[in-house]
């Protein structure tokens, strides 16, 4: 917030003796401002007060403007607004074009099918230990196997998300790479 303070000492302790009238447009902030924007003071062998008095600018940001990143990259296909234009919540800011969509949106359906095959296949293998037609090593495999794909698939679900796509409605017909 300060961008500059005089370090003189001797100037220090004459200002801390003049009438704050003195300044041109004094700014007085709580304790809980000071602590929100990172000042601290220090106790000193010399005077030591909360207030400090010094010369420099401060910046304030304007008010109801958003900085928007991207959460992956891409190529700006569409985009309709300048910096400072007014928009609406939901509004379509930008669409941003990549493979790298397209290759998640992949791996995503893959997973979802190799998923359904190891539920199946962990419920079968379950039943068969039950009857003792089949070892434990063989059900505890599907299990692995049902259980890795499900992270995997859960991970990408939340990467498609991220990125602003709907994957409950995702299927082999509406894969895009926007």
């Not at 401002?33 to 010094?54: E, H, K, M, R």
């Not at 079968?124 to 599907?142: C, F, H, P, Y």
Request: hydrophobic residues 35%.
């Amino acid at each position: 917030m300060l961008l500059s303070c005089n370090k003189d000492t001797d100037k220090q302790l004459s200002d801390l003796s003049t009438d704050i009238t003195d300044l041109e447009k004094p700014i007085r902030l709580t304790d809980a401002q000071a602590l929100s924007v990172g000042i601290v003071t220090c106790p000193t062998d010399s005077l030591y007060t909360n207030s400090i008095f010094c010369e420099g600018e401060t910046m304030v940001p304007p008010e109801n403007s958003v900085f928007i990143t991207a959460p992956a990259g891409g190529i700006v296909r569409f985009s309709q607004w300048q910096p400072g234009d007014y928009v609406r919540k939901g509004q379509l800011l930008t669409v941003l074009e990549h493979s790298d969509y397209l290759k998640i949106q992949q791996e995503y359906l893959e997973t979802k099918s190799q998923w359904e095959y190891y539920k199946e296949e962990f419920k079968r293998q379950g039943e068969l230990t039950v009857e003792n037609a089949t070892s434990v090593k063989i059900m505890q495999q599907a299990q692995v196997n049902f259980r890795t794909t499900e992270v995997r698939l859960i991970s990408l679900k939340n990467q498609l998300e991220l990125l602003g796509i709907k994957s409950d409605s995702l299927n082999i017909e509406n894969i895009t790479y926007s």
